[in-house]
């Protein structure tokens, strides 16, 4: 019995080896994996100022980013990588035409009232390679009653994830909206923060999207150590260390403390310019 299922497992081993082996091959695809956009929110002396970190040209192209997770997997796969082509200044002359679609939700409103954010400026870093996504630093403004006291973001439908971070503040809210989703009332004296366990449990859902059905290929890799396996113990230990490394890239790079430096085109806009 142990013969046969080690020769099956021999078999099996060699048909992912052969299927590797194929893909590797295989000519290069553009391959643009997508990530949740990033907003940092300030709200102090009558100014508010949402900076995103994005992926314009995923945006502009009208991928709907709640379902796909590289744009290569889109209806309109196409004209993002034509976006994705284009220099810096038309991409950044072309952005501003999202925003007034994002008002009309509102993107933001404060104690109740929508408030329209205005365009202040676009920095988009230089020569990142044509297959990797490109994000861009959007920062939006808006002018604010200074005896405001709450603030909700409304993120679009179709938008992918976004993590919102309120900055400025002692105890800042940070929280993780999906498209369509409005962040709940966010006080703007701070103390909104949550307990590590509401952030481990609200983070729970997302761990087990970013597996199924978005981490196919890290179900194929963990298959893959399964099949050219024969004893347990060393299958044990090889799974244990990919999903300890792969803890250890995301904390490392969600804390900062590994970037890749580039350099920046940057665009400023006066801050009375209405969009």
Known sequence: MGKTLNKVLAKLALLVALSSAV?????PV????????????????GTAELVLQINLEAFLAEIDLDTVDDTND???AEGYDALRALPNAEIIALAPRLLSGWNALPLLSVDGAAVPLKNVGITMPED???????????TLSAKVDP???????????GAGAMVLRQQGVDDPFTGYLDGGDTSPEISLLGGAAQTNLGAFISYVPVGFDHILPKGLDHILFVLGLFLLSTHLRPLVWQVSAFTLAHTVTLALGALGLVNVPVSYTHLTLPTNREV
């Open 147 to 157: 005896r405001a006291e709450v603030v909700q973001i409304t993120w679009p439908a």
């Open 128 to 138: 990142v390679d044509i297959d990797l996504a490109r994000i861009s630093q959007w």
């Open 74 to 76: 889109a209806d309109n």
């Open 23 to 27: 893909l590797m091959t295989s000519p």
């Open 30 to 45: 553009v391959a643009h994996e997508l990530q949740p956009t990033i907003g940092d929110l300030t709200v102090e002396s």
